[in-house]
């Protein structure tokens, strides 16, 4: 568990008043698991805003017409839980814990309690949206193309949530099944898009994870896909000499 944690130990989602952030801090408490906030599997926000401190957590909702699955991955320094501030307005996600995770929980009733007395709480909570909606908005996009580009772009989704180690590429941490859920494709075909990319020489299957070996060349994957509201590329620029 996270303790003693400070405001300077938060990556807050934009520029908020030192007053403000004393405010926030004093309302949160920390809970380990997404299952902790007391939401139902389908509604695991219900209760507020989260911030992860530590772990990764794969979302899974629809798209509106139901016809197919969109998948989201969230882990350090990620907020969520925006969307439920509107009551007309209940996001359905299903989650899984792909690492453990530790979080700090913001109550809805004592952040609407809050606003009422400082309204730069609307600030905190647009640009949590506005963040979550590029993340989420962009995973949609992917939906409409190939199995190969869809799990790529999980992958690097994925990596980019992994610590870093000097400038080795760590190993990504998850298991077929749960990439299937993340990516909204069967697991058959989740195992046979990843033994192609291990054939090519750019990723080392291994249980339980793997290990990408060549990421310019699993990253140049994404060259046909329209990543102008997120490009995972972006944050793991460090690791393309590798």
């Given at each position: ?123 905190f909570l647009f ?94 994957r994404l060259n ?19």
């Amino acid at each position: 568990m996270v303790k003693n944690i400070t405001i300077d130990d938060i990556a807050w989602p934009c520029e908020l008043s030192l007053t403000l952030k004393k405010s926030l801090l004093s309302i949160a408490s920390f809970k380990d698991g997404i299952t902790s906030l007391g939401g139902s599997p389908k509604h695991p926000f219900s209760s507020g805003i989260c911030y992860l401190f530590e772990g990764i957590v794969i979302l899974s909702t629809s798209t509106l017409d139901t016809s197919a699955t969109v998948g989201g991955v969230i882990g350090p320094q990620d907020w969520i839980g925006a969307g439920v501030m509107d009551e007309s307005y209940r996001p359905i996600y299903t989650s899984e814990e792909v690492v453990p995770v530790v979080l700090m929980a913001f109550p809805k009733k004592l952040l609407l309690k809050l606003a009422e007395q400082d309204s730069e709480v609307f600030k905190f909570l647009f640009y949590i949206a506005q963040k979550s909606l590029k993340k989420w908005t962009q995973a949609a996009a992917t939906v409409i193309h190939d199995k190969e580009m869809r799990i790529v772009f999980s992958l690097l989704e994925l990596l980019v949530l992994h610590p870093k180690k000097d400038d080795e590429i760590p190993p990504i941490k998850i298991s077929q099944q749960q990439l299937a859920f993340l990516s909204g494709i069967s697991r058959p075909r989740v195992n046979e898009v990843l033994k192609a990319l291990e054939i090519a020489e750019e990723i080392e299957i291994t249980r339980g994870s793997l290990r990408i070996i060549n990421l310019p060349k699993l990253a140049a994957r994404l060259n046909n896909l329209n990543v102008s509201l997120r490009d995972p590329r972006q944050f793991i620029s460090e690791y393309q000499s590798c």
